[in-house]
């Protein structure tokens, strides 16, 4: 609900307001849980009770939703425009309020929430800059989760320099704030840090026109003490963005979100508008409700299509099993074993095209290698689904190897500057996606492969960023809309695929991805103890859904550890699941136990994938990882629980689980493995929740032997009794 009156915006959520005082620099009077209509705002605020005087602190110390250069803020700013006559101050003033059922949809083809119900617009202007901004909220129905906008027009005579302008400013005043990112590197993606903001500011960002693996968008603000409360934001954006939590003395906390400004310079002609990326943002009680809301918003508001809903293949992905080095024998023997362990999709990775049996070449070759496939791609394909599979196929469109066909015929499209030699990393090269032509061919030669194949899943790599930067200053911005053009043509044009986006493993998990890939590949580390760290990062964020995990090999090629079938599995069930390892030369007992595996995931497939998640212990606070997830009628869950460390005369672990209904009575079975104890008891919700629960041994000599160091996992349903 939104409302205007008395000079007060009032943006209602299913249980937040937020009430902004509609003067020249609106300001935000109320940030919290949900107020009634009828009060008297007048003492809300934090007003400037007369301290300002004449140094230089801010001189407006109210808590805004925009500000700019020269506008009299001394400290991190929304907005920086420079004009043609070399100025660098804006003082925008509010100009209109309105309130509308559907918000401005998108003029570039950058992708955006969808299913708002309104949508507050507050218009700005700055004359002499000949500046019009429009900035956006939008409410969603049953969430708390808001999304926010800017919309720049240049109304005047000349160029604008567009040199930063984030989407979302919100400014939560004096406070003991501490900041949670989700940072890391290639295969240990997204683990939260937590960071107390006491002074300055903090940024997480990324420069290498990916949203990155370093900092994710998704970030979390938590009031320590007080009550404030916890607010959540993430951008919907896969290139550059940057994330500010400034900590103003005088002022409190403001958090900037949207595209990074580094080497920004968008040049804006008269006439032109320029669009912003949405933030989404949540203010809920705990960092658990936010992370709950954030995860609900992106499965109805940012996932869509064929696949939202849908539940996916399990699939097996031939990297992990033979990296470069297959053929058609070899392949085909996989596919015909994955088929009778009950696997649906067969994925054919890297190494199936041009000259490709190394990194070193044949990017953007993308045809069959037909010695490799023993024919052509359609006719292997046809063979992968004799066996009983689905066929889908690994691409890395986005890039192009200096030794291939389409380097030779086409250097133009490679993203180089002249006189200097192309940066290559993992001896490859961008290709330039701010041109036309590039982004035709590139949809071309996706089509072309989706076509002869009848592939129904291709998994979207990207395995570096970009280095090679012209001096405009759009490149970055101009590049992911490029991006979003070619995803976008093509998911319209074959609805029914299903794509999985992945950049060297998690490099690009963010909510721009996911309007148009459902899934995304967390990370190349398949490892247990890893993965257990990763994924629980991820789904703070991200849902179950979206989030590719699969069983790999042991001891796995990144940490050498070793784990069981079942750990394994436990791990990778958490998410759109499959397999990576060479399934061959599994002996039948482990061969069983994969079907075991499948028949399971099978029948739970649904509450694993779409039901609510609740973390209900964190590796990153002891040595238990452990979640449930359950329907949304409440009347079955799926639970797991993770041993990460083992201690002589240890205290015993003891589970309590989350979400279930409390008057509710329940059968909990644990899910038969190897070494584990098979139990199964009845009780009621509340006291499943609220109860210490021995689930059984979860210490056996022989598991703990066979993989010593490694994680020791036990899964267990929860049925309502009838
Ligand atoms: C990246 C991906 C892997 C695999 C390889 C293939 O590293 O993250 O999963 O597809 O590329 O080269």
């Not at 160029?159 to 989407?167: E, G, K, P, T």
């Not at 701010?434 to 790599?461: C, L």
């Not at 399971?600 to 590796?619: A, C, E, H, I, P």
Request: aromatic share 10%; charged share 25%.
């Amino acid at each position: 609900m939104i409302s205007i009156k008395n000079g007060t915006a009032k943006i209602d959520t299913a249980n937040t307001t937020l009430l902004l005082k509609l003067e020249n620099r609106p300001e935000i009077l109320y940030y919290g849980p949900r107020i009634r209509d009828e009060e008297d705002f007048s003492f809300f605020g934090s007003g400037t009770d007369g301290q300002l005087t004449t140094s230089a602190d801010d001189i407006f110390c109210g808590a805004c939703v925009i500000s700019s250069g020269g506008d009299g803020s001394n400290r991190e700013t929304m907005l920086h425009i420079v004009t043609e006559d070399g100025a660098a101050t804006l003082r925008p003033v509010l100009c209109g309020a309105e309130a509308k059922r559907r918000k401005p949809s998108m003029r570039c083809p950058l992708p955006a929430s969808y299913g708002e119900t309104e949508c507050l617009i507050l218009r700005y202007k700055d004359e002499p800059a000949g500046l019009e901004i429009e900035q956006c909220f939008s409410v969603f129905a049953g969430s708390d989760v808001m999304a926010a906008s800017v919309r720049l027009r240049n109304a005047g005579k000349s160029v604008l320099h567009i040199r930063r302008c984030m989407s979302l400013q919100l400014d939560l005043g004096v406070g003991d704030w501490e900041a949670v990112t989700f940072d890391g590197a290639s295969t240990r993606e997204r683990v939260p840090h937590r960071t107390p903001v006491e002074g300055g500011s903090l940024s997480a960002a990324s420069f290498a026109g990916l949203s990155s693996n370093v900092h994710n968008p998704f970030v979390i603000l938590r009031e320590k003490s007080r009550r404030g409360g916890v607010v959540a934001c993430n951008l919907i954006y896969s290139g550059n963005h940057r994330q500010i939590f400034d900590l103003s003395p005088l002022c409190g906390m403001r958090l900037l979100s949207g595209i990074n400004d580094y080497l920004l310079d968008y040049s804006l002609a008269p006439g032109e508008v320029f669009e912003s990326p949405e933030a989404v943002f949540v203010r809920a009680e705990s960092e658990d409700a936010a992370c709950m809301q954030m995860r609900a918003f992106a499965a109805e508001h940012i996932l869509r299509g064929w696949w939202k809903n849908r539940e996916r293949p399990i699939l097996i992905n031939s990297w992990e099993s033979f990296l470069f080095s297959f053929d058609k024998q070899k392949l085909l023997r996989l596919c015909r074993r994955a088929a009778a362990a009950g696997i649906e999709l067969f994925v054919l990775d890297d190494g199936w095209f041009g000259e490709r049996n190394s990194d070193c070449c044949s990017l953007g070759d993308w045809k069959a290698n037909e010695r490799k496939l023993g024919g052509s791609l359609r006719s292997f394909a046809d063979d992968v689904r004799a066996c009983g599979l689905q066929f889908g196929i690994w691409m890395e469109p986005e890039m192009v190897s200096r030794n291939s066909d389409l380097f030779r015929a086409h250097p133009e499209y490679a993203l180089t500057l002249p006189g200097r030699e192309p940066m290559e990393i993992r001896r490859q090269i961008v290709l330039d996606l701010t041109k036309p032509a590039v982004r035709s061919w590139m949809i071309g030669a996706v089509s072309a492969v989706i076509e002869e194949s009848g592939a129904v899943y291709v998994k979207w790599d990207c395995n570096r960023g970009l280095f090679d930067l012209p001096a405009s200053g759009e490149l970055f911005y101009r590049y992911t809309l490029g991006l979003y053009e070619v995803l976008d043509t093509l998911t319209k044009k074959f609805p029914q695929v299903l794509f999985e986006s992945c950049a060297s493993g998690g490099n690009r998990f963010d909510l721009g991805m996911l309007c148009f890939t459902p899934q995304i590949w967390a990370s190349d580390n398949t490892d247990a103890r890893s993965r257990l760290a990763i994924q629980e990062g991820t789904l703070c964020g991200y849902p179950q859904s979206a989030m590719g995990a699969h069983v790999g090999t042991s001891p796995n090629p990144h940490t050498f550890d070793r784990s069981s079938m079942d750990t394994r599995f436990t791990v990778a069930s958490a998410g759109a699941f499959g397999y990576e390892l060479d399934i061959t030369e599994l002996d039948d007992a482990q061969c069983e136990a994969i079907r075991a595996q499948t028949d399971f995931y099978k029948k739970w497939r649904k509450v694993l994938q779409f039901g609510d998640y609740y973390r209900t212990d964190s590796v990153f606070e002891g040595e238990a990882g452990g979640w449930i997830v359950v329907s949304k009628d409440k009347s079955e869950a799926v639970a797991s629980v993770a041993l990460t460390g083992r201690r002589s005369n240890a205290i015993p672990f003891r589970a309590r689980f989350r979400g279930l209904d409390p008057d509710t009575l329940y059968r909990v079975r644990s899910r038969p493995q190897k070494w584990a104890e098979d139990i199964s008891f009845t009780a009621y919700g509340d006291a499943l929740c609220n109860g210490n629960l021995r689930l059984g041994c979860l210490f056996n000599a022989e598991e703990v032997s066979r993989f010593s160091g490694a994680v020791i996992t036990r899964m267990f349903t929860i049925e309502r009794v009838k």
